[in-house]
């Protein structure tokens, strides 16, 4: 017990440094499916106390005794605590101005994603308890708190460090990061804002669309406290353009309406209103709801979406009805001063620039849900999104009761995003570390494949990415080999698939098990690379470059390889940027390119002259296989 109080100990500062507070005042919309007018950031300064053992249960028993910048986790720099200690609960307070409440306007405080079990208080009364580190949630605090006058928000936040059970991604147990874990994310750590709305409106908004049948449909869930007759009203936009502009009747509070669209006819004309990660093209939607007696407006929102579809056919992926090859980088979205959270909206906008500045068209998000201003700027500039559920350590039933709900809300904020191409639930096995052997782990995979392709039929699904597929729309494989000629040899020729699956083992497992219809799922190389240019002897890499020149040659020498399998039908390279101790991106941890970035892109589109393969063998490192 002492050694463990004294990995406890925190650094204890009086104030957050001034730029940290600057950095907060400017940030985008914290919902951009569903826009309303009349919002109010909370990030900022917080009082804050940290309660390490976890022993006390209301805020009255502790002391706060020292300030933090939200959204930023007390683990970061930029909250003004750079704590990396072990410590059970956070406390949060804050005064918050209450805005002038109209009859019928109710308050409402959102939380992006606070980890990992949140209870919340307002003046003294507890309005709401969630659990699970990435997903959001919001309380109407209305009955709590009074027109124009101050408010009293408390928040205790409780993550067990050491509890391998519930899904935690890349977040160390270890008091050091090791391996290919990284520091914890404690508390609070993305935007915390409220909202006036009406006591009447609009609380669920997607779209998704059919090019076949040149649709589409919406789903809008509507809250009405007093029955009463509505009418919803949707306009959409391409630009000046209107495609459809119809009023429906809102029955038992939702609408399913399918929405026909004038087909343009001839493909120059199609072309012109589909999104893809080359022309963007996205739609912009008006929502009103209308009460039917008076033909009142009781509230009104925006949102946007696409025209776009991502299928598979065969062995290939078709985007909007073509076979398209994806071009992924692996991209783990951690800041060297913020750790999980993005300094700022300009900064999740800088890494999808960066990344389709580097010749890729699409990320797969590791270990991590995203702010969803992230995937904002994926839709709005053009970036295919793998997204990845983060993973929990342990199969227990409670493990898989966690991962089920918490994925089920995942699907709910993420689904209509044009940019998510699939969905990925299991990384590696992880949490399901025996599925060779356990048929309960095997059904816990299929299980969530089943449930993630009745949510969403329209997007394929990864069932378990890189080995011992069991379900799965997608054969994904991990394979860091560091001679090109080896990657070459194994994945050269279709006819090489089925010793592939029956006698390979990149990463030392099966790369399907059971029944799988193999040759009918398109392969993607869905990690490989990982090269390292060390600045630091602590740093790894699944190899490792001599220095800039070295990196080239090898990051060349690798893709004209991987560019010329046609047996890929994508491929994902280890990754975009540094990650702590793993050191194996393309740009540096703060976003700098390890050589020229025009280069790198050349390299990528297979533009230019490639270097020559460096001679002899590579220098290979696996201590830290994923």
């Known amino acids: 017990m002492a050694e463990r109080h004294l990995d406890r100990i925190v650094h204890r500062r009086s104030a957050p440094p001034a730029d940290a507070l600057a950095e907060v005042a400017e940030r985008g919309y914290p919902r951009p499916l569903l826009r309303r007018a009349d919002w109010t950031s909370l990030d900022g300064e917080w009082e804050l106390a ?4 976890g022993r006390h249960r209301t805020s009255s028993e502790v002391q706060f005794d020292r300030r933090i910048v939200v959204p930023f986790s007390p683990e970061t720099t930029k909250s003004g605590i750079g704590d990396t200690g072990l410590y059970d609960v956070l406390w949060y307070r804050r005064l918050v101005h209450i805005p002038e409440l109209a009859h019928g306007q109710r308050l409402i405080l959102h939380f992006g994603a606070v980890d990992y079990r949140a209870s919340l208080w307002v003046n003294g009364s507890l309005t709401i308890r969630h659990e699970g580190g990435y997903t959001p949630f919001s309380a109407d605090i209305t009955e709590h708190v009074s027109s124009g006058e101050e408010a009293e928000i408390v928040l205790r936040a409780e993550d067990d460090a050491s509890e391998l059970c519930k899904p935690r991604g890349k977040q160390d147990w270890k008091l050091e990061p090791h391996s290919i874990w990284y520091p914890r994310t404690t508390g609070i750590w993305q935007t915390v804002w409220m909202e006036r709305v009406p006591e009447t409106r609009v609380t669920a908004l997607r779209f998704k669309t059919n090019l076949e049948r040149w649709e589409v449909a919406v789903e809008a869930h509507v809250l009405s406290r007093i029955p009463r007759p509505l009418r919803l009203a949707v306009l959409i936009r391409s630009g000046d353009l209107v495609l459809a502009d119809d009023v429906y009747s809102v029955a038992a509070g939702e609408v399913h309406r399918r929405i026909s669209l004038s087909d343009p006819g001839i493909d120059d004309f199609r072309n012109e209103l589909l999104w893809s990660p080359e022309a963007p093209r996205l739609l912009d939607v008006h929502v009103t709801l209308i009460d039917d007696d008076d033909g009142a ?34 991209d783990q979205g951690y800041w060297p001063e913020t750790g999980l959270t993005a ?22 998000k590791h270990q991590k849900i995203e702010d969803p201003r992230y995937l904002y700027w994926c839709d709005r500039l053009g970036l295919l999104v793998w997204e990845e559920m983060p993973s929990a350590y342990r199969f227990t039933r409670r493990s898989v009761e966690r991962l089920t709900k918490q994925w089920l809300e995942v699907l709910a904020r993420d689904v209509a995003h044009p940019c998510i191409v ?23 995979v299929e299980a969530l494949y089943h449930l ?10 990864v069932g378990n990415d890189g080995w011992e597929a069991v379900a799965t729309d997608v054969i994904g494989i991990h394979d860091y080999d560091a001679r090109p000629e080896r990657i070459a040899e194994r994945y050269r020729e279709h006819e090489r698939i089925p010793v592939l699956f029956k006698r390979e083992r990149p990463g030392g497992r099966a790369l399907v098990l059971g029944a799988t219809p193999r040759a009918e799922h398109p ?44 047996v890929l039908a994508g491929f994902c390279y280890t990754q975009l940027t540094d990650t702590y101790q793993e050191a194996n991106g393309l740009l540096f941890m703060d976003r700098t390119p390890k050589i020229p970035i025009e280069r790198l892109a050349e390299i990528m589109r297979g533009d230019g002259d490639m270097p020559p393969a460096p001679g002899g063998a590579m220098t290979e490192r696996h201590e830290a296989p994923r």
Not at 343 to 364: C, Q, S, Y
Not at 422 to 444: C, I, M, Q
Not at 554 to 559: G, I
């Open 50 to 53: 940290i309660d390490a053992e």
């Open 297 to 330: 407006v009781v509230d009104r929102v925006t949102s946007y979406t696409a025209l776009r579809s991502f299928q598979i056919e065969g062995d290939r992926f078709l985007l909007n009805g073509r076979p398209y090859r994806l071009r992924m980088v692996l």
């Open 343 to 364: 300094p700022d909206d300009a900064a999740l906008r800088r890494d999808v620039e960066l990344t389709k500045a580097l010749g890729f068209n699409g990320a797969r």
């Open 422 to 444: 699939a969905w990925v639930p299991f990384n590696e096995s992880w949490g399901v570390p025996n599925l060779p052997d356990s048929p309960a782990e095997r059904h816990a």
């Open 452 to 461: 993630t392709k009745t949510i969403d039929p329209t997007r394929p699904v």
């Open 523 to 566: 392969i993607v190389l869905s990690e490989f690379g990982g090269i390292a240019l060390n600045r630091d002897p602590k740093l790894w890499g699944y190899s490792c470059a001599d220095g800039p020149e070295d990196f080239e040659r090898r990051y060349a020498a690798l893709m004209r390889v991987v560019l010329a399998l046609p």
